[in-house]
């Protein structure tokens, strides 16, 4: 597992938005806002967390029962979003912190990409070694929407999923045709804090299920900070976004290299 460091090579400050952690209903729509002020210039950070639900990509659609199962799952409590972004099915719900982070990138995807995965599992990983949770970043095999730029805690085989990262890129309007092209770029992570692992997975495999696709995701490949630590208490939310608001303040922005 390649070892986190600290974010090197970083510009200016995130501008964090209030509140602390903000609630949204739909996660969908947490990251609204963020793309005109990226686009105008800034760098914005935003702390979220939604009710219980799952988030999927528009590749779902392709599953000719989609509609009927998203309104089942609606009646039973656990409403299922689409989102634009690709990957595979996300848990929502208390106990995941989302942090999102957006601001301009004048290089392209294929030069900047990994640059944002690193920079933010670095400060993913600087937050909770503040408190006491070792990470590293790794495939996991059997966690929901796996990845290379997964958080995982443990080595190998042992290793277990505790964030997930995406990025979603879009141009800016209105440039001019000569020079080089400026985009917004949406870096997100979902951190696995004190959320009901086996409940999460129950909801998620049975939707799998429904729609006939295959998927099966096992609890045991993640893991919660709060099960990473033998002195968790009532108060560990506030902790993590106490460390998550210093580890972006000390990351700052990537630099446009």
Request: glycine share 10%; aromatic share 8%; charged share 20%.
């Amino acid at each position: 597992m390649k070892d986190a460091s600290p974010a090197a090579d970083c510009g200016g400050p995130f501008s964090l938005l209030s509140p602390r952690l903000m609630f949204c209903a739909d996660p969908t729509l947490a990251e609204a806002g963020l793309y005109a002020r990226a686009a105008a210039g800034e760098a914005v950070a935003l702390l979220w967390h939604s009710p219980p639900s799952l988030v999927v990509p528009g590749s779902y659609k392709r599953f000719a029962g989609l509609d009927e199962v998203r309104a089942q799952f609606a009646d039973a409590g656990c409403p299922v979003f689409l989102r634009k972004s690709g990957g595979g099915l996300v848990p929502q719900g208390p106990g995941i912190i989302n942090i999102s982070l957006a601001y301009p990138m004048w290089r392209t995807l294929g030069e900047a990409a990994e640059g944002v995965y690193e920079h933010l599992c670095d400060m993913l990983s600087d937050a909770l070694l503040d408190l006491g949770v070792p990470t590293g970043w790794q495939a996991v095999e059997g966690s929901f929407c796996d990845g290379r730029y997964n958080l995982a805690c443990g080595e190998g085989d042992a290793a277990r999923k505790i964030a997930g990262t995406a990025q979603y890129w879009q141009s800016v309007a209105n440039q001019p045709v000569d020079g080089p092209r400026c985009h917004v770029v949406l870096a997100h992570a979902v951190l696995l804090v004190d959320v009901d692992l086996a409940q999460a997975h129950q909801y998620a495999n049975r939707f799998e299920a429904a729609l006939g696709s295959g998927r099966f995701y096992q609890a045991s490949k993640t893991v919660s900070v709060a099960q990473m630590l033998s002195d968790a208490d009532m108060y560990l939310r506030e902790e993590m976004v106490d460390a998550l608001l210093a580890a972006i303040g000390r990351a700052g922005v990537p630099r446009q290299r």
